[in-house]
């Protein structure tokens, strides 16, 4: 149900558990508004890790529309 193994995760001290909630949810928000490939989440995480061009895609879809130069 997790992509991310959460449950697994061993980060308990301090504000770490806070701060990697937020690394998670904002990376999973980028996974689902990345729409050239469509496939589940998990997929898609995986390719990212593979694939440095369709990482970079991933990144480009979270980012607001921008004009790059």
């Known amino acids: 149900m997790f992509p991310f ?4 995760c061993r980060i308990r001290s301090l504000h ?4 990697f909630s937020l690394l998670r949810r904002i990376a ?3 996974l689902e ?3 050239s490939f469509r496939r ?4 898609k995480s995986r ?3 593979m694939n ?3 990482m970079l895609s991933v990144l480009a879809a ?3 529309n921008l004009i790059l130069s």
Do not use: K, M, V, W
């Not at 193994?5 to 697994?8: F, S």
């Not at 589940?40 to 997929?43: D, E, G, M, N």
């Open 5 to 8: 193994g959460e449950d697994e």
């Open 52 to 54: 440095d061009q369709y």
């Open 28 to 30: 999973l928000n980028a």
């Open 40 to 43: 589940s989440i998990r997929q």
């Open 16 to 19: 770490s558990p806070q701060n």
């Open 33 to 35: 508004r990345e729409s």
């Open 47 to 49: 390719r990212a890790a």
């Open 62 to 64: 979270s980012l607001p």
